[in-house]
């Protein structure tokens, strides 16, 4: 990218970036949008850009390595083309737990009777079925449920060994072949990556995507494993969709570089009235630990095939952003829905609006976490107060790695934070972060000692509008300049 978004970002003067640049100063909320068969083209990607979206996400559930790799190459283009940086979402499919077939397609499960689940590969019928997943019956035991198609039907083990499984049936119906199991009630012995992961996570990480996103996360042990995979890399991100993991709440996000509640597959295991508390909780633990956090699944479900939101959609969104989330996604409804760019202009619209009302405000900041013990976190949270009390125009964080620009978005500033960073996989990894609009400055413009630094920041920050003659900029850097983790000095400066 040293040729085109941070070049781009660092020179773009015409009116569309200047479109850009204003949009992003009203919006903090970020938008992830999934491409798919709707989502793919070059005109499509670019006008989902600019109508919003932040962070691309490549589904690799569905889809060849071909596919995603020219996906890859268009973000890329578009990013050259609007001169800022956008981030990459790789989601890893994940262990698929799922039935065997049937002699007649499907079969009724009758609330009452009896159905036998085994590892006899012959087609089933309405007495017993196959269930491929031997690590199921080892960990199963009596009165743990099984949950299939997506929770629609329920079963309740009634013994078991290690070849087979009796249950009774609790809730009926119809069950075609082939669909999923989720067993809510016990940890499985089965990695978060399957062999299918591990070549799409390799294909992935060649590609250069900023993030890597773990499906069916149940223990610490399963992040630590990925991230010894990535090697920085790529950051981790981790999909809250188990009980088990929420179990494990705080100690899986302390080793994730990010976080996603999924509340699909969470729905499925959970009763749905628990998802929102669980759903404010991630949020909460996240910010508290300085991570960026997503909101994913069904957010704007009806877009699929309307070109307008419910309101209960539009509440959920807004509830979101009221919560203090670092992106909100769309899934099928920019995949493949009929109306993505007007999913990512609705998204855009509610973000902005919830970000303007008084209330929202008054709740970040009775949110604000308490400090977090570190140099980093008490600077940071140190330039909060100044630019309160200067009314700063813009906070400017020079940083190498993120954490300098992970830990202001933490304080939730009223004003934009911008984040100068010499690398530009760190530029676009930012973008998925509250607040944050990151510019990769390049390393052929180095910049040397205090007053260099100053230059810059107030050359940046008035070129790309974020402050005018007579503004106040607060500056965080570190000292010595250039070293990695060293944000340890603020410095207010009257442009």
């Not at 589904?59 to 990459?88: M, Q, W």
Request: charged fraction near 25%; glycine fraction near 8%; aromatic fraction near 4%.
């Amino acid at each position: 990218m040293t040729s085109s978004p941070q070049a781009a970002s660092a020179h773009s003067t015409g009116a569309q970036g200047t479109g850009v640049k204003k949009e992003a100063e009203q919006r903090r909320t970020k938008i992830v949008a999934t491409l798919g068969p709707a989502s793919s083209t070059h005109e499509m990607i670019r006008t989902l850009a600019l109508a919003g979206a932040d962070v691309f996400r490549l589904n690799f559930s569905h889809g060849s390595h071909e596919d995603h790799a020219k996906r890859h190459a268009t973000i890329r283009d578009v990013e050259a083309e609007l001169g800022r940086p956008l981030a990459i979402l790789a989601d890893m499919q994940g262990p698929k737990l799922r039935v065997g077939t049937f002699a007649d397609g499907k079969v009724e499960l009758i609330e009452g009777a009896r159905f036998r689940l085994d590892l006899d590969r012959t087609p089933g019928d309405a007495r017993r079925a196959c269930l491929p997943h031997p690590e199921i019956m080892r960990a199963a035991e009596p009165g743990s449920r099984l949950l299939l198609d997506d929770g629609k039907m329920r079963l309740r083990v009634v013994s078991c060994d290690d070849t087979h499984m009796e249950t009774e049936v609790e809730v009926g119906g119809w069950l075609s072949e082939r669909k999923g199991v989720n067993v809510p009630d016990v940890v499985l012995p089965i990695p978060a990556l399957t062999e299918k992961d591990h070549k799409d996570f390799a294909f992935a990480l060649d590609l250069g995507v900023e993030y890597v996103a773990l499906s069916f996360v149940q223990r610490p042990e399963d992040v630590q494993e990925a991230k010894d995979i990535a090697k920085g890399r790529a950051w981790i991100m981790t999909k809250l969709e188990k009980p088990q993991a929420m179990e494990r709440l705080s100690d899986i996000i302390a080793l994730s570089d990010a976080v996603m509640v999924a509340r699909g597959d969470l729905g499925v295991e959970l009763p749905a009235e628990e998802v929102p508390i669980e759903q404010k909780r991630a949020i909460r633990e996240a910010r508290f630990q300085g991570k960026p956090v997503i909101v994913a699944t069904q957010m704007l479900e009806s877009m699929i095939t309307s070109p307008t939101p419910t309101r209960a959609e539009v509440s959920d969104v807004s509830n979101a952003v009221f919560d203090g989330t670092d992106a909100v996604m769309l899934s099928a409804e920019s995949a493949a829905g009929k109306y993505p760019r007007e999913a990512v202009e609705v998204m855009a619209r509610v973000t902005r609006r919830v970000e303007n009302d008084l209330e929202w405000r008054m709740q970040e900041e009775a949110l604000r976490p308490d400090s977090d013990g570190t140099t980093g976190g008490a600077i940071a949270e140190a330039a909060w107060h100044v630019a309160q009390s200067v009314s700063a125009a813009v906070i400017v964080v020079y940083t190498q790695s993120g954490r300098g620009a992970l830990q202001i978005a933490r304080e939730r500033a009223d004003c934009p934070v911008l984040a100068l960073t010499p690398d530009d996989e760190t530029a676009r990894r930012l973008n998925m972060v509250w607040g944050v609009r990151a510019m990769s400055v390049g390393q052929e413009t180095p910049v040397y000692g205090v007053e260099g630094v100053v230059d810059q920041a107030v050359g940046l920050a008035v070129s790309e509008g974020y402050a005018e003659k007579g503004d106040k900029l607060v500056l965080l850097v570190g000292l010595p300049f250039g070293q990695q983790g060293s944000t340890n000095t603020l410095r207010v400066v009257t442009i």
